[in-house]
């Protein structure tokens, strides 16, 4: 806890940097690992692809008039009946993998960014709350959040997934259940240090509505941990569904996500067709790995102790 | 510390009651099974029976409320799909879910525990690089990928190892286990690799910080002053240290591996409690997920409790922050 109350000291010990000139440091510290900025570029490639997929790819697989039976478990590198090279093959039911890959992509960064952001919201309410006002409040919240910690995220994810049925909002919902304590653990942790300090006891002195404290005042000091928390949780919110997805409850073929991809895929790799799973998988893995990697060179930018 | 204990007792029995009151609303409220239970063309008599049989034409509560009273007694219900008690059914599952589990952790051990060492030791190296690099792999790439590409590459493309499934059961003192045949252990140990990677990864990380932290220790400099092998050093003081954050580690985590084993479970269709919460997920088999879970939040909040005592013990400002 000590060390993210070091985080919080620097931007209110520099009041004169403009945010302009903050963006500008953090990212001429950013950018001294080549790994994070290749890791920002995959990322950015991949964002690209997936939602300009209806645009850059052959095949709408969600278009059943546009598959066609007889183009089913064509290799890669082979062309179908479309006219063109299927790169990635084709699936059971005569689908251009690519395509599908790119529009599954699409569906896994939706549930996983939209998952992470409503974590983060209701983490960070749950959080500012707790710590603010204390007391019996805060020793209930974070009971319950301490004891959602230690069960595993993917059993919370599960249960909620089977109760919830399957579709992507009911698995977005799964996802903020299982996440959202992280996200509280951090803020209330990074905000009981803030709130002793001075500046809060200048403004709880003043007329100004408790809103306008929590979240002009104290939100603004405590954002950065939380950004590093945010990235993280979107990789494993994309891991987690394509995990629900691939044990049967998280998205149905006809939406398919990786996950689901990759599940209908496991179904033939012995009979050697390993394309299907193989190439949604090495998608998945590099998305969530680049995320990762960008979320740990945002950790040791903003860690104090290695400003300069 | 009396109060300390007793009040965290009733914490405990208190989050328990919530959590099953949750999972049995929860559950409870997923579909009809007499719908997946019968053929659609019975008559509405043999429905009703059914129906008054398994209880549901009571309200919830009362449906809860005997749930409960009958847990008391030993008895969880009995499985819809294969209609035995829940508890036999879990209990036959459940030897080869621990067995699973073993093996993985100790892999995870074996190798996770030198590697982070190695890795603390000399943390410049290349090689120590490279196990940094894989542990991060183990974190962040999904289990169940890996799992298939195992099962790729030595089932399929090689034909070294089964696919699949349990194996051989011998007999091992008084247990039936496949560790006792070799063909078990062909079958045990590619997923219990799988299980491992995410495990090993943060054994490597946790041995590796606590190394590096204790090579700027006084006890070592002043070992190393006294002309000490840095072989005793390693093995002989910085192990001991390093060994107890070590252990606490481990004793948690072997609850979150079994939840884990859920996953292998599936992908290596391996016949322990983590395919059978899934099969009776997709099956809607509520006894057998209402026990499950129960039975889960049940272990994980006496893991925590335990956890949360020996804290106290060792550290009295945990006892006087929460006693009342």
Known sequence: ?308 | MFGYLVGRLIQAVMVVFVMSVIVFVGVYAIGNPIDVMIDPGASQEIRENLIRQYGFDQPLWQQYFTFVSNVFQGDLGRSMVYNIPVTSLVFSRLPATLELVLVSVGIATLIGVPAGMYAGYRPNSIAAKLIMALSVLGFSVPTFWIGMLLIMAFAVNLGWLPSGGRGEVGQFLWFDTSLATSNGWAHVIMPAINLSLFKMGLMIRLTRAGMVEAMGTDYVRFARAQGLPDRQIVFGHIMRNISIPLVTVFGLELGSTLAFAVVTETVFNWPGVGKLIIDSILQLDRPVMVSYLVMVVLLFVMINLVVDLIYARLDPRVRLKGGS
């Open chain 1, 1 to 308: 806890m000590a060390q993210i109350g070091n985080v919080l000291a620097v931007p209110s010990a520099a009041p004169v940097e403009t945010r302009v000139m903050r963006l500008r440091n953090f990212w001429s510290d950013y950018r001294r690992s080549w790994v994070a900025v290749a890791a920002l570029a995959v990322i950015v490639t991949l964002l690209v692809a997936a939602f300009g997929a209806p645009w850059l790819v052959p095949q709408d697989p969600y278009d059943l008039a546009q598959l066609d039976w007889l183009d089913a478990f064509l290799p890669p590198r082979t062309a179908g009946s479309g006219g063109y090279v299927h790169l990635l093959g084709t699936d059971n039911a005569g689908r251009d993998m690519l395509s599908a890959i790119l529009y599954g992509l699409r569906t896994s960064f939706v549930i996983g960014i939209s998952a992470g952001a409503l974590a983060l919201t209701l983490g960070i309410s749950i959080g500012l709350t707790s710590a603010y006002f204390g007391g019996r409040i805060e020793a209930l919240l974070m009971r319950i959040v301490d004891l959602q910690l230690s069960m595993p995220a993917i059993l919370l994810a599960l249960v909620m997934a089977a109760v919830l049925g399957q579709g992507v909002p009911q698995i977005i919902l799964a996802l903020v259940v299982a996440q959202y304590a992280y996200f509280a653990r951090t803020t209330h942790g990074a905000a009981s240090v803030e709130r002793r300090k001075d500046y809060i006891e200048a403004a709880r002195s003043t007329p100004l509505p408790t809103r306008r404290i929590l979240f002009k005042h104290l939100l603004p000091n405590v954002l950065p941990p939380l950004i590093v928390v945010a990235t993280v949780q979107v990789a494993s919110a994309i891991s987690l569904e394509a995990t629900l997805s691939f044990l049967g409850v998280g998205l149905p073929l006809t939406e398919p996500s990786l996950g689901s991809l990759i599940s209908n895929g496991f179904k033939y790799i012995h009979a050697g067709r390993s394309w299907l799973s193989i190439y949604p998988g090495v998608f998945l893995m590099i998305t969530v790995v680049a995320i990762n990697l960008v979320g740990d060179q945002v950790r040791t930018v903003i860690d104090p102790r290695n400003s300069r």
